[in-house]
């Protein structure tokens, strides 16, 4: 093993130029020569989102939420008539940033700008109409819990205290508010050559080291294996 390192050695520094030379003149040609490739258009829709406020945790927080919008069996629930593959396809092109504490940013690819676009729009008209569902529950309750407590009648005693649990509630319904969409649905429109002049640099490059690596060692380890 010692004798293999330094015939290394010894070879590498008789060929020093051609190991400097040669990944340098691989690395010329592929970003000088053209290579005729039809740039690929990719599409991405954007939107944003800012849940609501209404004492949900898992729909009020926007890691919760990010969570169930990567989730396959909340993507279905949001779809039911959509099949398993339509689901499974969503999920892989969609991405979802969380932005804040109550903000999320959702991005959805497609093959065109109008696949994007409506595909993100259904997704979003979709969770919003998710959250109503449950924000109206809620607000449903507590306008019955202030009918209820305004009907109730209490003795003397406990009036402050029923004025100061009215007020609790309809300050809750005041308070309280469904997902509202920060940032409506746009597309963006992306580029991509898959031989760019960067790339057919660098893979000149590597294919240069790769010659004078084997020009270097092959050799050596073929006359030790002779020997």
């Known amino acids: 093993m010692e004798q293999i390192s330094k015939e290394l050695i010894i070879r590498t520094k008789k ?20 290579i005729n490739t039809t740039p690929r258009v990719n599409y991405e829709a954007n939107a944003k989102i800012e849940l609501g406020f209404y004492d949900d945790y898992k729909m009020n927080e926007a890691n919760k939420v990010a969570s169930l919008l990567n989730n396959y069996d909340f ?59 449950l924000f109206d529950k809620k607000y449903t309750v507590l306008k019955e819990n202030v009918s209820q407590l305004a009907q109730e009648e209490v003795n003397e005693t406990s009036k402050v205290e029923k004025q100061r ?7 809750d319904l005041l308070t309280i508010y469904p997902a509202q ?5 746009s597309v963006n429109e992306y580029k991509t050559e898959e031989f760019s002049t960067k790339k057919r640099t660098v893979l000149g490059g590597l294919i240069g080291i790769t010659v004078v690596f084997s020009y270097i060692v092959i050799p050596v380890l073929f006359r030790k294996e002779n020997d």
């Open 181 to 185: 969409l920060a940032e409506p649905v």
């Open 75 to 133: 993507l279905m629930g949001l779809f039911p008539d959509s099949e398993s593959e339509e689901i499974k396809i969503l999920k892989k092109d969609l991405e979802v940033m969380v932005e804040g504490e109550t903000r999320l940013q959702i991005k959805l690819k497609g093959d065109s700008d109008l696949e994007a676009r409506e595909s993100l729009q259904e997704l979003v008209a979709a969770f919003m109409s998710f959250d109503k569902e």
């Open 165 to 171: 649990f009215l007020y609790e509630i309809q300050n």
């Open 15 to 34: 060929s020093l130029f051609i190991i400097i030379i040669v990944p340098l003149i691989l690395a010329a040609v592929g970003y000088f020569v053209q």
